[in-house]
């Protein structure tokens, strides 16, 4: 077992520095210009497109839940941006990934709790207008209700705590981001 961990921890050394509870990964880029998307607002407004935070989740997800991830972005060629400009931008792409993350999650709430009462409606309908010669249509109309119920349910309560717990991992694994130049 003590093996096992071991060949583990070689691994991720490979990839990380490791220090004591931290771990720092250098993502190391060409330009800047590589992270943004050209097609997305307008010359005042840079979006990142999805490599940087693609790259982080797969950080996150290497590592083991012990080690706070510390992330140094190597940039070899600012181009036109100062290391200031792409600190903000990063710092607004995660305030805009922040903003899609509750957009989402509200969205999802909304559609659940509907589909929840539509259930509910249906599976009452069903009850008021149950006789014994269209029982087949009865259970029908039961079965779609539940279906509703079972589906909006889901997406309120199971599946809503499931991104919780995988953002607040994302959130806890990462202690810092800084962006450097690359020197030679």
């Known amino acids: 077992m003590k ?10 050394k490979h990839y ?10 250098e993502l190391v880029y060409d330009t800047f210009s590589e992270l943004i998307n050209p097609n997305f607002g307008n010359d005042k407004i840079e979006k990142l497109n999805e490599k940087l935070l693609s790259d982080i989740k797969e950080a ?27 600190e903000d931008i ?4 995660v305030k805009l990934a922040v903003y899609n993350a509750i957009k989402e999650n ?9 589909l929840i009462g ?3 409606l249906v599976i009452l309908l069903s009850y008021i207008l149950r006789s014994q010669e269209y029982e087949l249509w009865f259970d029908l109309i039961n079965i779609t ?29 990462i202690n810092n981001i800084t962006i450097e130049e690359k020197k030679d």
């Not at 990380?16 to 990964?25: M, P, S």
């Not at 190597?74 to 036109?80: A, F, G, H, W």
């Open 145 to 173: 209700g539940t279906l509703f119920v079972w589906e909006g349910s889901y997406m309120t309560f199971i599946e809503k705590n499931l991104e919780t717990k995988a953002k607040r991992a994302l959130t806890k694994s």
């Open 60 to 86: 996150v997800s290497m590592l083991p839940r012990k080690y706070k991830l510390n992330i140094r972005i190597v940039i070899k060629d600012y181009e036109n941006y100062s290391q200031n400009e792409c």
């Open 3 to 12: 093996k096992k961990k071991q060949i583990e921890l070689d691994i991720i």
């Open 106 to 114: 509200n969205k999802k709430l909304c559609i659940g709790w509907s």
């Open 16 to 25: 990380f520095i490791l220090n004591e509870n931290e771990a720092t990964l």
């Open 118 to 120: 539509v259930g509910a």
């Open 90 to 93: 990063i710092r607004q792409n």
